[in-house]
């Protein structure tokens, strides 16, 4: 069924929340009728880019290539290509797993919900020199525009699909009951310790401590599904596992 969405006046088209995640589990259904059913975490996001849709990842020093901007990676529509950071490059860098998962879901799902804004038709006139090969979307660390905003949403439904998500967490607590940000801090000081000590530092801003709390809890499925603690909580809010304050009931 041909999928409709609204287009807004900027051209970007007008998602709510349903499309993401529908988005998310019809590119799994197409990759698991062609290649295999995905049925638990991680999501094979690297199969996914390269062997269903065909994209192929370079890593390259994008920071030196883009010296006005913190780039993570860039995206060549035409080419059907993404290069990735190589600062990012999982084997070398375990720890930037996540994130490396992450940037490729975020440009994938450009790939799915704006290429048509930027292919271009095989007769246009290019204005750059012959062999210049320049990127049609380039990814930096802080974006907050509508199509980042579209492709991180479709990259979190992605990797962390909902129903996949509902399940390994009543496995791993036994109910769906979602965890308070209240209950947490009753161990406040001793993850702060143990989350200072693996990160190997403290970060700073006005939610930082409950971030900090509320990424604890997010960890255990983080891991699962092979995402930074900091995208497992976020998604997990936004599914009302994870909620920073009780509403008050008329029985409480």
Same mark, same amino acid.
């Given at each position: ?13 007008f =998602? ?5 995640? @529908? ?11 062609? +290649? ?5 975490? #991680?999501? #094979?996001?690297?199969?996914?880019v390269e062997?269903?849709f ?6 390259r ?7 006005e901007?913190?780039v993570?990676?860039a ?10 950071d ?19 879901? +975020? ?5 799915? !919900?704006h290429? +048509?804004?930027? !292919?271009?038709?095989? @007769?246009?006139?290019? %204005? ?5 090969? $320049? ?9 907050t525009? $509508? ?6 949403? !479709? ?14 967490? +009543? ?12 209950? !947490?801090?009753?161990r ?11 990160r ?6 006005d939610d930082?401590?409950? @971030?900090? =709390? ?6 255990? %499925?983080? $891991? ?9 909580r ?7 596992? %994870?909620?920073?304050?009780?509403? #008050?009931? %008329?029985?409480?």
């Amino acid at each position: 069924m041909a999928r409709r969405f609204t287009k807004a006046k900027s051209d970007v088209s007008f =998602l709510t929340p349903d499309d993401f995640e @529908n988005e998310a589990a019809l590119i799994l259904a197409e990759y698991g009728s062609a +290649h295999g059913q995905v049925t638990a975490p #991680p999501v #094979p996001i690297d199969d996914i880019v390269e062997v269903h849709f065909k994209l192929v990842v370079e890593f390259r020093d994008l920071r030196a290539k883009y010296p006005e901007g913190d780039v993570l990676a860039a995206v060549f529509f035409n080419d059907k290509r993404i290069e990735v950071d190589a600062s990012l490059v999982p084997e070398e860098f375990p720890a930037m797993r996540g994130r490396y998962r992450f940037t490729l879901a +975020h440009e994938l799902s450009h790939w799915r !919900l704006h290429r +048509h804004l930027y !292919l271009r038709q095989a @007769n246009q006139p290019s %204005l750059l020199p012959a062999g210049t090969a $320049q990127p049609d979307h380039v990814l930096r660390s802080r974006q907050t525009d $509508q199509k980042e905003y579209q492709a991180n949403r !479709l990259a979190s439904c992605l990797l962390m699909p909902r129903d996949m998500v509902k399940r390994l967490w +009543h496995e791993t607590h036994g109910s769906m009951d979602p965890i308070y940000l209240d209950d !947490l801090r009753a161990r406040q000081r001793q993850i702060l310790t143990a989350e200072v000590l693996r990160r190997g530092g403290f970060k700073s801003g006005d939610d930082a401590i409950d @971030n900090m =709390l509320l990424e604890h809890a997010a960890r255990p %499925l983080a $891991q699962k599904f092979e995402v930074s603690p900091d995208a497992m909580r976020i998604r997990l809010e936004g599914m009302s596992l %994870l909620l920073r304050k009780k509403e #008050p009931t %008329l029985f409480a």
